[in-house]
Each structure stands twice: as C-alpha cells, then as structure tokens.
C-alpha cells in the first residue's frame, strides 16, 4: 500500500508565525513514520498552503501512484485552497483528524496553535460532502489513539476499490444453470465497475492441459505432500487428473492476466477444457491472492479478488447449515477455501462422489482459524447493488468430525442464528459471499461509498 501524506496548512503563519514550524514539522514527519511502521508505503510533501501547492502535491501523488491522499491538517487550512485539487482527482481521501496534544484543558493555552486544525478538517469535509467526493475520517491524538491504525484500515478498503475496477475474470465452464442471485452480464459489470469477465476458451486450457508433463506433475505432488495430510491410498490416474487440471488454471490465470476466476463443476471435462475439477488450485490460487468464486459466479470473484488484494485473509464462503441453539452457522463449499486462513493441515481425499465432470477430483479439505472479521455479499438489487456487510466472529475450532469438508463456524456479532438469516434474505444477499478477516463495518462501509453502492450494516 502506498499512500501520499498531504499536510495542509495556511500562509497567513509563515507570515505571523513563523516559529511554530519545527514542531509541526517534526509531528508531520513522526505520523508518516507511524504509516511505515504499519507497512505503508508514504510519498511526503512540503506543507501546502495555497491552491497550486495543492495542485502540484496531489499532481506528485498520481504520479506515483498513491492508493489513497491522507490528509493531515497541520493547522487550520481555508477549505478553498484545497477543495478543487482534492475533488478533481480520482484518488481516495482519507481524513486524519489528529493533533499531538492529549489534553487540552483551560492551563494549556501555549498549544492552541499546535491543536486548532480540526475546525479546518470540518471546513475540508463538510467541502467534500458539498461536492460529492466521498471520503473516510479517523479521528484521535496522535500517537495514543487508534487513529492511524483506523486510517491504514481505510486505504486498505480503497485499494480493494481501485483492484475491483481493474478486476479482470474468467469463467471455467460458464455458469451453473438456474442460479439467478448472482447472474449479472457482463457488459453490465463492465459498465458498472469496470470488471471484465469472459467465458475461458476450452480449446486453449486443453491445450495448456495436455503440454504440462509428467514432471511437472511430480513437482506438484512433492509440493503439496510438504503441506498436506495425504490418503493412504491415492488412486493415481484420478490424482494426476485433479493435479493437472489445477496447473493448467494456474498457467491459463497467468498468461491471461487474470485477478480472478470461477469454475462451473458440471461442465469440468471436455466441455471446459480440464480434465478434473481443480478443488486444490482454488485454494491455492486465493492464498496466493487471486479471487476465486464457485459455479460460474464472476461477481463473487471479482469482488473476491479485490478483497484479497487488501486483505490477505479473504476466502470465498458459502453459508451452509445454521445451528439454531448455539446462534452459529456453518460455512462451507464442496472444495474451496483460501488456505491463509486454516487452523490445521489439509487432508487431501479424493472427494468421494463424483457430482463433477471429468475424472473424480481430490480436494485437500480443511477448517477455517478463529478470528473476528465481516462477512460480505455483494448483490443486484432492483437499481443498482448492494453490499451487505456483517461483523461476525470465527470460532476457534481446533477439533471436528468433519474430516472431509470444507469447513468453518460463523456467529454474527451481535444476532441470532434466525435474526442474521432473516436480515441477509430481507436485504438480497446472494448465496455466494466472502469472509474477510481483520476486517472492520466502518472499512468496508468506506469501499461501497467509492463504489456507489447501497451499504447496509447487518448487526
């Protein structure tokens, strides 16, 4: 991540008062250093006090690449010096409201010109609404309060904004029949988001499959015997199938440029090109940060995608069975889970009932960690979409007799089994979502405002 450290300021000081710089200067610096010390990256600039300071600082940060501005007032700044470069870029504003003084009480007039520039933030802000610029506050003393860790929160959900609209999928397979709730066209999604998603040409994943050799193959068993639980009896033929399918997606997503993908189980064989459902390549490829949805479902994908993007630790998630008395459910899908995000070594099964096309697959089956998170969907509402999006907690679960399934146990943060169920149906929520963990409400509330979409907080 990779942000620019905008410190706003006024001329009117260097003017009357000159000798307050040092230490505003010094706090300026001492916040960019916080980001770095959380992993971002900071682009810094001279103080900015009039409009083409403003104009050159922000043409600096584009250049570069900056995922987000983060602005900083250093001291009150007139909203007017800085209004018209900061709504004219495309760039993500994030709002650091903080000062370096704790307390402020009626003995401690010689810091008011170190603390005032929050009356500035809410001339800047109450600017932005007026222009239709959304952005992201957090506010608190600097360095005793969360507030950087909040702001580096919000640029990681506007990187996931800015991948999600230079998502590029693929469908294996196309789409399953009959499933309507995440159906959407893709010229739609294009138009929409910028998302490109196209039907996978069978002939060129054939092509890919039958030039992978027997070596590579053993590179992969020997690769995944390191990491797995193994059967004690691999039936060969149908293991080389599962392993080649997954190498033949690993090298399509590669040389397609791929950020996401989805696979249609029933159309697996020679109508999508592979010879198995490649179970093993999904997880793997969302542990390596490639989206990845069930059935055809290039929405979930795509959004998938750009999550992990921001948040390693997302994993595509399908909600399965409730359990009413202990106000649970379990998540779970036939053979796909990010493999960041488990609490134990995958047993790797051959699924045992072949509902697929091709050759049976194996799938290496595991349990999702404990950890608190969001669960968000993503659907087509009437007019547009919605995200729905609910704090909810992982349960550590570190024994279960659910040996080979995909699995984990979901309890909403402050909802019933039956309240959480009711809520999801009433807003629309598709059966395809992702779970994001370390997530937070208010980050993923800030992504759907870059995106235009109806947000609703289930909780």
């Not at 000798?19 to 960019?32: I, K, L, N, S």
């Not at 995440?182 to 910028?194: M, Y």
């Not at 999006?389 to 909802?415: H, Y």
Request: proline share 5%; hydrophobic share 40%.
């Amino acid at each position: 991540m990779k942000i620019g450290l905008l410190p706003l300021y006024i001329a009117l000081y260097d003017k009357t008062s000159p000798g307050v710089r040092p230490r505003m200067e010094a706090f300026y610096a001492d916040v960019a250093d916080a980001f770095r010390a959380r992993g971002v990256s900071v682009e810094t600039s001279d103080f900015c006090r009039i409009k083409p300071e403003f104009e050159k600082t922000i043409a600096a940060f584009e250049k570069a690449e900056v995922d987000a501005i983060v602005t900083l007032h250093i001291a009150y700044s007139p909203s007017l010096e800085s209004i018209e470069a900061l709504t004219k870029t495309d760039l993500p504003i994030v709002v650091l409201d903080a000062t370096d003084t704790m307390e402020f009480t009626p003995m401690s007039p010689n810091n008011i010109m170190y603390c005032h520039g929050i009356h500035g933030v809410m001339d800047m802000c109450s600017m932005l609404i007026r222009y239709g610029k959304p952005f992201a506050i957090a506010a608190g003393h600097f360095p005793d309060s969360d507030c950087v860790d909040r702001a580096t929160g919000f640029v990681r959900a506007a990187v996931a904004a800015r991948a999600l609209k230079t998502a590029k999928v693929a469908l294996v397979g196309g789409a399953f029949d009959g499933m309507g709730d995440f159906t959407v066209s893709p010229a739609e999604l294009k138009k929409t988001f910028g998302i490109t998603v196209n039907d996978a040409e069978p002939e060129v994943l054939s092509q890919i499959s039958a030039s992978i050799t027997n070596e590579e193959i053993e590179e992969e068993k020997t690769r995944l015997a390191a990491r797995f639980t193994m059967s004690e009896s691999t039936e060969e033929e149908a293991f080389f199938a599962s392993l080649r399918a997954g190498l033949a997606v690993r090298k399509y997503v590669e040389k397609a440029g791929l950020t996401a993908f989805s696979v249609n189980f029933l159309q697996v064989g020679e109508g999508a090109g592979i010879p198995a459902m490649p179970f093993i390549e999904c997880c793997l490829a969302m542990e390596r940060g490639t989206g990845y949805a069930g059935e055809g479902d290039g929405l979930t994908a795509a959004f998938t995608g750009a999550f992990l993007k921001a948040w390693p630790e997302s994993s595509f998630v399908e909600i399965f069975c409730p359990d009413w008395k202990n106000n649970t459910v379990l998540l779970s899908h036939m053979g796909e889970v990010n493999y960041r995000i488990i609490n134990n070594k995958p047993t790797l099964r051959n699924t045992g009932g072949n509902l697929t096309g091709g050759a049976q697959p194996y799938a290496g089956y595991a349990r999702m960690k404990g950890g608190s998170g969001v669960y968000v969907n993503v659907s087509r509402a009437a007019e547009g979409y919605k995200l729905l999006i609910a704090p909810c907690e992982m349960l550590d679960v570190t024994e279960d007799a659910f040996p080979g399934t995909m699995r984990g146990w979901m309890q909403p943060e402050s909802l019933s089994t039956a309240a959480f169920l009711e809520a999801l149906s009433v807003n629309g929520a598709t059966h395809h979502s992702t779970f994001i963990y370390d997530a937070t409400a208010e980050q993923l509330e800030y992504f759907g405002r870059l995106l235009s979409m109806e947000t609703v907080v289930v909780k």
